[in-house]
């Protein structure tokens, strides 16, 4: 059976009172986002507390399904037949017609769960659970009622229509992007920094993202790598306004001045730097990385107190008690996983020092620094103004 009507469930939105509408609408906005690229045309509506996709005429089934379900927000997707009230007899009948055409076989368990939120239907949830239940059993002897652990939970909803639905497929849950502000990633072409964004975008925030490019030393595949990944983190996200920062010469810079255990922590110092310019024109209110404590020499506790120490904005690391394994699960469930493991090294790796130093004393950095000091400046500004931008969508 093709369905072309579509219950949309919502977690949290549900318990934000006054401002629930402002949630629901930019729900209602994502849901048409999602749905513009997909074969076929959509009507969303919302009517209390509940919002409803129909398509009209032919449309790729598959495709509006993966569509629904990827949008934050969303934690169901209900395939629905919707009627107009009849009376219970018309009602039973549809029941019937649902139950043949979606279940052919009908050694199944069910139960019925009805909610009466139109109080002038003639019969209550209770009653209706009971009559519908034994119609059912009357039509499809085979069919036996669990109330505990049924095969199929015949959902019946009596509204302005009525709703009848069984199938409920799993959407990502959090917030509708763009209901919890903006914030700046720092995407490499890793494991950890596209998860990193998928987690934060699923809050709500829209992402930006700044990549650090380093050619020669990484090649054009690299850069497009990145790119792929930001189109996969879209998918979920929205459009992605991508900086393409060329770092080589800063690299270099600080390669030649300073000492070479201490070169990711200033490396990483100065990315953070560029990445807040950035961040304040977008008007981001924070960074995002996808450091996890103690992963890399890098992220110990005393390395990613350093890096904090130049940025004014807080910088979100929604990863930071994640093992790897946890977050190659999420990266494996997002479809990133499969694009970070190319083998095409970042500036990070390329420049990594043979015994990077794992406790940094930031009064020894910023003595480093100093070694800095004549052409620092300088080489910032020639990569701020040199930054591609790139928009990228799914």
């Avoid at 369905?3 to 729900?27: P, Q, T, V, W």
């Avoid at 763009?178 to 990633?185: E, Q, S, Y």
Wanted: net charge negative; charged share 25%.
């Amino acid at each position: 059976m093709i369905f072309h009507s579509f219950l949309i469930k919502y977690g949290e939105i549900g318990i934000k009172g006054k401002n629930r509408y402002l949630f629901e609408d930019a729900l209602v906005s994502q849901l048409t986002f999602s749905l513009k690229p997909v074969e076929g045309e959509f009507e969303i509506t919302k009517e209390q507390g509940r919002i409803y996709v129909n398509a009209k005429g032919e449309y790729d089934y598959d495709e509006a399904m993966e569509a629904m379900t990827r949008v934050f927000g969303v934690v169901g997707v209900c395939p629905m037949v919707q009627v107009e009230d009849q009376g219970f007899e018309q009602l039973s009948k549809d029941v019937l017609a649902y139950l043949e055409q979606v279940y052919p076989d009908k050694n199944k368990t069910f139960k019925v769960n009805s909610r009466r939120a139109r109080k002038n239907f003639p019969l209550d949830s209770q009653e209706i659970n009971m009559e519908l239940g034994g119609i059912i059993l009357d039509a499809y002897p085979e069919m036996k009622v669990d109330v505990h652990q049924p095969d199929i939970m015949l959902n019946i909803e009596i509204r302005n229509m009525i709703n009848i639905y069984s199938i409920i497929l799993p959407g990502p849950g959090g917030m509708p992007v763009g209901t919890n502000g903006k914030a700046m990633l720092l995407l490499s072409g890793g494991i950890d920094s596209p998860v990193a964004g998928y987690m934060i975008a699923k809050r709500g925030v829209q992402i930006d993202a700044v990549y650090f490019h380093a050619p020669p030393y990484t090649s054009e595949r690299a850069k497009q790598k990145v790119i792929d990944l930001a189109k996969i983190v879209a998918r979920y996200s929205g459009p992605i306004h991508l900086k393409i920062v060329n770092f080589t010469d800063i690299q270099l810079y600080i390669y030649d001045q300073c000492p070479h255990e201490e070169l990711t922590i200033i490396m990483r110092r100065y990315m953070m730097k560029i990445a807040e310019h950035f961040a304040g024109e977008d008007r981001c209110l924070g960074l995002i990385t996808g450091e996890s404590i103690g992963q890399v020499a890098s992220q110990t506790m005393q390395s990613l107190a350093a890096t904090n120490e130049v940025c004014t904005m807080p910088v979100y690391r929604p990863l930071i008690g994640f093992d790897k394994n946890e977050i190659i699960a999420v990266s494996e469930k997002i479809g990133t996983y499969e694009t970070s493991i190319q083998p095409f090294e970042d500036c990070c790796t390329i420049f990594v020092a043979k015994h990077p130093v794992t406790k940094p004393n930031l009064n020894i950095i910023k003595k480093s620094e100093t070694k800095l000091q004549e052409k620092i400046d300088e080489l910032m500004k020639t990569a701020i103004e040199t930054t591609e931008t790139i928009v990228v969508e799914a």
